[in-house]
Structures are given as structure tokens and as C-alpha cells.
């Protein structure tokens, strides 16, 4: 990373499970960035590919919205049956949040949430789809209620500070969502630990730059 950042550039370098809006759990199962591709090889794609061809490619909202019905179709049938299966819930949450419909995500893992209440891993879910929505208030609300039930979940906890810093421009915020992520997670690994803290260390540096600015309330 770079060595002074904005706040927003930290999270936009850092807060791929939100900006991808796919990705829960990358603390505990994978990584918190993707592998950028190489200028040149990104260079070389675009030269061959015509626009007007990546056009015809591009689905639009109303397409993927269309896929998202096809796909949870099945899954919606299933319920019928047993309307308040959980898993079946959430199964048809993520369809809709993969294909960026995430107004009908949201009310369906809402739905889940209702069924199975205290089931982190779906309000985290759920989050990421309000978040994704604009709703940010409903998004910080399922995440604090899901650390009720589990304080210590790193993944809860990791979205939280992302959201704090990106929807409330809350740096101190996400440190101290941070800081209580890697206290309560000793389990963690080392190359997760170095990434969260890198991600704190450039807040930080930018909450001390903005300080020093002339006119600033804290000089």
C-alpha cells in the first residue's frame, strides 16, 4: 500500500469483501485482497477486444435480475414447503446479491435472520447487502446485533470497521473495530494479522495528516 492515503483510497485497497459485496469470511478463509492483474497483460486484452464488443458482453441490471429469479426459482419452490429453512433462505440471499440485486438480497436474508435469529454468519451476510444498497444505519445495526451474540466474530467485526470508514468516514471507528478484531482473534494468521494491520497503520497516518491541516478542530 501506499504510504498516505485517504480515507477512501484505504478502502478501496482494503475492503474487497465489501466493494465485491460476495466475500464474507475472507479473514478466517481467504484473502483480504485479490491478486491485481498485470498492466500489461490488462493492456494487451484491451487492445484485442473490441469495445463494442465488451458492450454486448456487459449485462445490464435488469439482465441480472432476470438471472437471479431463473436461479433462485427452484430454491423459492423448495420453500414452499418449508418456508422457514434457513439455509434455503440464505441460499436464495446470495443469488440475488451475486447477480447485484441487493434490495431483494436483503429481504431475504432478512428472512433467514427471522428464522434462525442468532445465526451470525447470515446478519453478516445480510449487512453486506444493506451496505450495498445504501443502507448503512441497517447495516451497522446487524452487525453490532450479530457481535451481541458472538463479540469476538472477526468477520462481523472486520465489515464493521470497513463500514464505519467507507458509509460513516469513521476512521476511529474502524481502528477501534479493528483493534478488537485482532485482540479477541489470536487464532488468526500471521499474513491476516499483517493485512488488518496495515489496513489500521494507513487510517491512522491519514487521521494524523488530517489533524495537522490548517483550520483543523484537532491541530
Given at each position: 500500500?501506499?504510504?498516505?492515503?485517504?480515507?477512501?483510497?484505504?478502502?478501496?485497497m482494503g475492503?474487497?469483501?465489501?466493494v465485491a459485496g460476495l466475500a464474507i469470511g475472507y479473514l478466517l478463509h481467504g484473502s483480504l485482497s485479490s491478486a491485481p492483474v498485470p498492466q500489461s497483460a490488462a493492456?494487451?486484452?484491451?487492445?484485442?477486444?473490441?469495445?463494442?464488443?465488451?458492450?454486448?458482453?456487459?449485462?445490464?441490471l435488469a439482465d441480472m435480475k432476470q438471472a437471479?429469479?431463473?436461479q433462485a426459482a427452484p430454491v423459492i419452490e423448495k420453500l414452499k414447503a418449508d418456508p422457514n429453512n434457513s439455509a434455503l433462505l440464505t441460499q436464495v440471499g446470495g443469488i440475488y446479491h451475486s447477480n447485484h440485486?441487493?434490495?431483494?438480497?436483503?429481504a431475504w436474508?432478512?428472512?433467514a435472520a427471522q428464522a434462525d435469529p442468532k445465526n451470525v454468519a447470515i446478519r453478516t451476510k445480510l449487512a453486506s447487502s444493506l451496505y450495498r444498497?445504501?443502507?448503512?444505519d441497517g447495516a451497522i445495526s446487524q452487525l453490532n446485533q450479530a457481535l451481541s451474540y458472538e463479540p469476538a466474530n472477526a468477520d462481523a467485526l472486520f465489515d464493521l470497521g470497513m463500514i464505519k470508514l467507507q458509509g460513516k468516514n469513521d476512521g476511529k471507528g474502524a481502528v477501534a473495530a479493528w483493534e478488537k478484531l485482532l485482540k479477541?482473534?489470536?487464532?488468526?494468521?500471521?499474513?491476516?494479522?499483517?493485512?488488518?494491520?496495515?489496513l489500521m497503520a494507513d487510517v491512522l497516518t491519514s487521521l494524523g495528516k488530517q489533524a495537522r491541516q490548517p483550520g483543523s478542530a484537532n491541530p
Open positions: 500500500m501506499a504510504p498516505h492515503l485517504r480515507p477512501g483510497q484505504v478502502f478501496g475492503a474487497v469483501s465489501l493492456r494487451s486484452a484491451a487492445s484485442a477486444t473490441p469495445v463494442s464488443a465488451i458492450a454486448r458482453r456487459m449485462p445490464t437471479a429469479d431463473k440485486q441487493f434490495k431483494e438480497a436483503a436474508y432478512g428472512k444498497n445504501g443502507e448503512i479477541m482473534n489470536p487464532q488468526l494468521s500471521a499474513d491476516r494479522k499483517a493485512q488488518v494491520q496495515r
